[in-house]
């Protein structure tokens, strides 16, 4: 059995039909898919779960704690949802680009 995972991006502008990728090893595959908001991400991660049989989800900083615990409950208890977020440093760069190139 492989770890299947999938990380899911907020970006304004995007297809997730195409703007994705994909790694695959014999134990392994990592998607990421880049959405423009919490609501198609909720659908992308449900889709996911059904066709590439993803058992963990890595949700971008940019999510809110709304949002991931809407995915998380869609998604109920065998389905691993983790957000990436970094330090205050950290979090504060990333904002201050995308406040800058998407507003």
């Not at 993803?54 to 971008?60: E, N």
């Amino acid at each position: 059995m492989s770890l299947n995972e999938a990380y899911l991006i907020l970006v304004p502008g995007v297809d997730p039909s195409v703007d994705r990728s994909e790694i695959l090893k014999d134990n392994y595959k990592c998607l990421t898919v880049l959405v423009n908001d919490e609501e198609e991400a909720l659908s992308e991660a449900l889709s996911l779960v059904e066709t590439e049989s993803i058992h963990a989800f890595v949700l971008c900083p940019g999510f809110t704690n709304v949002g991931i615990g809407k995915i998380a409950g869609a998604l109920g208890e065998n389905v691993s949802v983790n957000v990436a977020r970094g330090d205050g440093r950290s979090t504060k760069l990333v904002s201050e680009i995308i406040e800058s190139e998407w507003s």
